[in-house]
């Protein structure tokens, strides 16, 4: 079970817990059931709980309870999710570093023991309780069917969330940050993570994709209420005086910007 902090992380960052009926694809399909993980034991710390093939957290040691407060966390977390529900462009807080790890690998990083790592279509979140940690487990993380750690590949992501980042990439070539965060809506530190993300994917991923139509006032329009449709599909279809087809389309809209896939 996630501890106090864990919880309150996961929603902090934008994460949504429950899925948005959308369309096919392999972006937006369920994970495999070879998660990551860091072994049964890890830095002399023990898995908690048997492993379960549809498993998505894997937690490591126990969780003591901080004296006068009401929440606890293990030491080590590994989650697993899709590279749709979760990502840097897609999570309403920013990470404060974005780089590459373990070959193709993207990490963002959103405080200094809470990581997310891109690979493929996965996302792998990682929580340690001392940053310390943070380097080794970034290193030593693997899927269960593999003895160790293996080169990872570069994350894939939806459509629109490649849109964003085409959005400030055409604009860099003629005006600065400044200039495109006027021109487009965005915050400047936004502007900023887009750019930085575009240059560690490389050209290839951003080949052929075009620049989004839709302003940001409509792409956060569109995300939140793709953001409400995750807990309530048909409630919210209903309030905003759409039929299922047409809310499933507005929400395939923004599909990885929103937390739901």
């Keep these: 079970m996630l501890g106090g ?48 093939p549809d498993d998505r957290t894997y937690s490591y040691g126990d969780c003591e309870l901080p004296e006068g407060e009401g929440g606890c966390s293990v030491p080590v977390q590994i989650q697993n ?16 570093k974005v780089f590459t790890v373990r070959g193709g690998g993207l990490a963002a990083a ?15 979140t990682v929580f340690t309780n001392e940053v310390e940690m943070v380097p080794a487990v970034l290193r030593d993380v693997h899927r269960r ?20 980042l085409v959005r400030v990439t055409t604009l ?8 495109i965060a006027r021109e487009t809506g ?40 793709s953001f409400k449709a995750s807990f309530n599909f048909a409630g919210t279809a209903r309030e905003a005086g759409l039929t299922k087809a047409q809310l499933r389309k507005k929400v395939n809209l923004v599909r990885g910007l929103a937390g739901g896939c």
């Design 5 to 52: 902090r864990r919880i309150v992380l996961l929603f902090a960052l934008g994460a949504c817990l429950l899925p948005v009926t959308s369309a096919g694809g392999d972006i937006s399909g369920p994970l495999p059931n070879d998660r990551y993980w860091l072994g049964t034991y890890y830095a002399g710390l023990e898995l908690n709980g048997p492993v379960e």
């Design 172 to 179: 860099a070539g003629r005006l600065g940050v400044k200039e």
């Design 145 to 164: 069917s593999q003895a160790g750690p293996e080169p990872l590949a570069p994350p894939v992501y939806p459509l629109p969330v490649l849109r964003e």
């Design 110 to 124: 959103y405080e200094s023991t809470a990581v997310d790592i891109g690979t493929g279509t996965e996302t792998v």
């Design 186 to 225: 965005l915050r400047l530190n936004e502007v900023k993570l887009r750019i930085r993300i575009a240059k560690l994917l490389g050209p290839e991923a951003l080949a052929g994709v075009k620049p989004p139509t839709m302003s940001i006032e409509t792409v956060e329009r569109l995300r939140q209420l």
């Design 81 to 96: 999710w899709t590279s749709c529900t979760r990502n840097p462009i897609g999570l309403d807080s920013l990470p404060t």
